[in-house]
């Protein structure tokens, strides 16, 4: 088992441009994440979904877009990326929401310019 | 503001002793509580876990405290070991979708 594995690993893009970051788990999970981390700070939930074909917004979500169409895989996408979205990403996954850990990737780390 | 805290954003040990990594939240409706320990260019990964109806849950080295009364748990690891050396953050959850709230992380280092 992979586990939870993220693609690309590092990316530059310049200020406007998009990109779209994938997540994929092989662990039959229901629930996935999305989260960014910066300097100094805790991880912070930007979108998560429940199950397939769902979404919702986290903590810090403004200026990305999310897709679930497929249970083992969860896009995130930056419609036109800001130096401020320069930032490590982190997908998880776990079984269920409440009472279960979540099982991290080893992140993709971003910087616009 | 922040609803979960870890103030010491380091700290220092000998090998063999005794580490103790403190947290602090703020909404009593958190009823779970990790921590995750992450080494530099990787993800976090679990470590151990509590429920609100405990006080207590050791694995291993590893042991959590729970105060609810003051909101507090700490993260005790005995002995401390080199290889525990990594960056732990505490996590709280309430509620049906699972999701965490992060501290800010402690920095462990263990010498040797």
């Known amino acids: 088992n992979a586990g939870v594995t993220q693609t690309p690993k590092f990316r530059v893009l310049k200020t406007g441009q998009s990109m779209t970051l994938l997540c994929a788990q092989d662990?039959?999970?229901?629930?996935m994440y999305w989260y960014r981390q910066d300097p100094g700070m805790g991880l912070r939930l930007i979108h998560y979904?429940?199950?397939?074909?769902?979404?919702a917004k986290g903590e810090v979500p403004d200026g990305y877009n999310v897709s679930r169409l497929k249970k083992q895989n969860f896009l995130l996408g930056l419609e036109s990326a800001a130096p401020s979205q320069t930032s490590v990403y982190f997908c998880?996954?776990?079984?269920?929401?409440?009472?279960?850990?979540?099982?991290f990737g080893p992140g993709t780390r971003l910087t616009v310019l | 503001d922040q609803q979960v805290k870890q103030n010491s954003p380091s700290l220092s040990v000998q090998e063999g002793r005794i580490s103790i990594l403190n947290c602090d939240y703020t909404?009593?409706?958190?009823?779970?509580f990790l921590w995750y320990k992450k080494y530099p260019a990787e993800g976090p990964t679990f470590l151990i876990s509590?429920?609100?109806?405990?006080d207590k849950n050791e694995d291993g080295r590893f042991t959590v405290f729970l105060n609810k009364s003051a909101k507090h748990l700490s993260l005790h690891i005995v002995p401390s070991q080199p290889g525990d050396s990594a960056v732990y953050f505490c996590?709280?959850?309430?509620?049906?979708?699972?999701?965490?709230?992060f501290g800010k992380g402690t920095k462990l280092s263990v010498k040797p």
């Open positions: 998880a996954s776990s079984p269920s929401g409440s009472y279960n850990e979540q099982f």
């Open positions: 662990m039959n999970h229901e629930y």
């Open positions: 979904s429940v199950g397939e074909g769902t979404t």
């Open positions: 909404n009593s409706m958190f009823d779970y």
């Open positions: 509590i429920s609100s109806i405990k």
């Open positions: 996590a709280a959850s309430g509620g049906s979708q699972g999701n965490l709230i």
